[in-house]
């Protein structure tokens, strides 16, 4: 059995000084999860929610869904 690699990057609109998510995407597939981890530990904890979890939090964001009830 091969394990693949995450292959971190970051948004292209993140050019604040490393202040910003990372994110796997090319796990998504394979493993059912979209790994997350704070770009400024990148040896440190990551999360690994489930794909359809993640593009739902995803969508949530480009609706400005998560903002002051």
Not at 24 to 49: E, Q
């Amino acid at each position: 059995m091969t394990t693949e690699s995450p292959r971190w990057h970051t948004s292209s609109y993140s050019d604040n000084g490393g202040a910003c998510v990372a994110v796997a995407t090319n796990l998504a597939a394979t493993t059912g999860t979209v790994p997350v981890r704070d770009s400024k530990f990148p040896d440190g904890p990551a999360l690994a929610p489930r794909s359809d979890a993640f593009t739902a939090f995803v969508a949530g964001v480009k609706r400005c869904g998560f903002g002051p009830a």
